[in-house]
């Protein structure tokens, strides 16, 4: 893939053999690898693009090269919400215009050109505190008092000049990187980013301007309610800084639900779900944080200067705790130390070896589990192994319209930047379409150049089958009978349970469901289950990748225990394996997740999902490994790496 730097482009990605772009008939060879724009802009890459906006790194030629960041607002015009979304674009120039302070993103200019709207901005280099607390571990009070103090410092600052910011949390707050010629006290390390959701005031009070949004698990209620005030940026920052000290994320799914693990019967235990992981922070400090986040505005602080001098008494009062996580000294600079913190769990109990049959599935699988990506491992197994080069898989090939149209609809996906739609519930399972493929091996013997074509065929069953079976709800509906048959009553079926690794929480439903599954399997099948966990480019899984057995014990306990009973009641042969249908990309030496989320607004709320931030350099893993252990019993290693 060869991108177009040129912002006027409506369509920048083009195949690696083109030569001119077809969007704007630029030149490829040019304006791949920079783009003069306006005169004195010279766009160097693009940093991402989202619902609204595309941004680009550019330097100002006219200003000693400064590195800008240019972003054109994108948003669709036949879209229903363009003319907020548009208002929303505009009104972070408006309000970024009026300030000036080192945290704040300075603006350097908006205009429109050829019908689309621009924005150039200071360019902030470093991450925000969303990646770095997965990257390098939860904050211990020491970094949560230099996170309020920096912070509160700016809400000041916005306050005196009548602008709530209305979206604080950790995407919004870049740590700045610093070279060595850069004298770290000279400024603060943390930057306030992303002021489309701010609110303006009057002298009085009253709300001048406001797009309305907000993101919640951070947003008070009275700004749900429309009715913020100063008071909801300091309930934002201290959501900011518990979520931060227990790295625990409010999930949204559709149809307005969720789960926000911090809340216990509708009250918030920030406090309590940190000690139980190891972290802690001092009776004074949980105190400040208590009061700004009183879910009743008139309990809380009403101004960021109040909470900025409770915080300096006890700075100057009060030993910080250490958490049991991070033991050394870090005061001088507020570091995360890496850590990953693990449950207590019980000792697993001892398992029978899973015992290594001699038979070869014809290539029966069923892939079957919650909401965890099942028609994206299958659209990647089926294209993606398809164009790469393995000194034991020959090729992955399309064997009938439905997996040529998966194909399809990958490569467009790669191209657009979209998403799957997940799998249709059918109201039978007679209609869930079968994929088949052609899977061709060269053999192990070095000595040996004959090609073995196994044909292997694939159903991708929709979680609703998966959640009632773990519910058995409807036990004997015709619809679960089907399925249960449809996925243990043949022979020669195997099973693909995947599994989205970051999501422990389904450990339960998991487990139920192989229980009700259990009694329908037949001992002398000796059918094979891979248990298969996607999304491991996630940084806090990485860890685990050469060791799939011991992150299940871990994190999935009842689910290995099920999987105990299968095999020994069952004579089940049973793996474990890891994969990611995003892979990573090796940036400054290191592997960084390749994916993007995309953002959107959906019922006048941000939302996202996530795309192939790099498509030219694609590189899942864990694909193909599971589906050769379901179709051989064995294992190769040199698999795993596609």
Request: with cysteine; glycine share 4%; aromatic share 12%.
């Amino acid at each position: 893939m060869v991108y177009c730097l040129n912002p006027d482009c409506s369509k920048p990605d083009n195949p690696d053999n083109n030569k001119i772009c077809h969007g704007c008939h630029e030149d490829l060879d040019k304006s791949s690898k920079e783009y003069l724009f306006r005169g004195h802009y010279r766009i160097i890459k693009q940093l991402g693009e989202g619902g609204v906006g595309r941004t680009y790194l550019a330097e100002d030629i006219d200003c000693l090269n400064k590195l800008r960041v240019i972003k054109k607002f994108i948003y669709p015009v036949d879209a229903p919400n363009f003319e907020k979304a548009k208002e929303l674009f505009k009104q972070e120039a408006e309000y970024l215009s009026e300030l000036s302070h080192p945290q704040i993103p300075h603006l350097y200019g908006y205009f429109e050109h050829n019908h689309a709207f621009y924005l150039v901005q200071e360019f902030i280099e470093g991450k925000n505190l969303y990646d770095e607390v997965w990257e390098e571990g939860t904050f211990d009070e020491i970094q949560l008092r230099q996170l309020l103090k920096e912070l509160l410092a700016v809400l000041v600052y916005l306050h005196e000049h009548n602008l709530v910011h209305g979206d604080i949390k950790p995407d919004n707050i870049m740590r700045r990187s610093y070279n060595k010629q850069s004298q770290l006290n000279e400024q603060s390390e943390l930057v306030l980013i992303n002021f489309g959701s701010s609110i303006k005031f009057d002298d009085n009070q009253k709300i001048i301007g406001s797009f309305g949004s907000h993101t919640r698990g951070y947003a008070a209620i009275e700004q749900i309610q429309g009715k913020a005030t100063f008071a909801s940026d300091v309930h934002c920052l201290g959501m900011t800084a518990v979520r931060l000290f227990t790295r625990c994320f409010r999930e949204d799914f559709e149809d307005n639900k969720f789960n926000d693990w911090l809340y216990v019967d509708g009250e918030l235990k920030w406090r309590e779900y940190g000690e139980e992981r190891g972290s802690k922070v001092s009776d004074e400090l949980a105190n400040i944080l208590n009061k700004m986040l009183a879910p009743l505005v008139n309990n809380r602080y009403q101004s960021a200067q109040e909470v900025l001098d409770d915080l300096q008494t006890i700075i100057e009062t009060v030993e910080p705790i250490a958490s049991e996580n991070n033991t050394e000294n870090v005061s001088n600079i507020p570091r995360c130390k890496p850590t990953f913190v693990t449950p207590d769990i019980p000792p697993r109990r001892k398992r029978k070896k899973t015992k290594k049959t001699n038979k070869e599935l014809s290539g029966n699988i069923a892939i079957i589990g919650p909401a965890s990506g099942k028609t994206t491992y299958l659209a990647t197994f089926g294209y993606f192994t398809n164009v790469v080069i393995n000194t034991i898989l020959e090729s992955i090939s399309p064997a009938n319209d439905n997996s040529e149209y998966l194909a399809e609809q990958t490569e467009y996906i790669l191209l657009s930047q979209s998403q799957f739609e997940p799998s249709r519930t059918q109201t039978t399972i007679a209609i869930i379409p079968f994929y088949y493929y052609t899977y061709s091996m060269k053999s192990r013997n070095l000595f040996n150049d004959n090609i073995k074509k196994i044909p292997v065929v694939f159903r991708d069953y929709s979680e609703y089958y998966f959640n009632v079976l773990s519910n058995n709800e409807n036990a004997n509906s015709k619809n679960l009978t089907d399925f249960i048959r449809d996925t243990t009553g043949i022979n020669d079926k195997g099973i693909l349970l995947l599994v989205d690794g970051n999501l422990p929480r389904e450990d339960e439903q998991i487990s139920n469901a192989l229980k009700n599954l259990q009694p329908h399997i037949l001992a002398e099948h000796q059918q094979r289950i891979a248990l298969v966990f996607s999304m491991f480019e996630t940084p806090k899984l990485q860890q685990y990748r050469k060791n799939v057995e011991k992150f299940a014990e871990i994190f999935f306990p009842q689910t290995v225990n099920a999987l105990d009973d299968l095999i020994e009641y069952k004579n089940c042969d049973v793996a474990y394996f890891a994969c990611s249908a995003f892979g990573f990309l090796e940036e400054d030496g290191k592997l960084v997740p390749n994916v993007d989320h995309i953002h959107y607004i959906n019922h006048e709320t941000l939302s996202h999902w996530g795309v192939i931030k790099d498509p030219k350099h694609w590189k899942p893993f864990g694909v193909v490994a599971p589906v050769y252990w379901l179709l051989t019993g064995e294992h190769d290693k040199r698999l795993l790496k596609i």
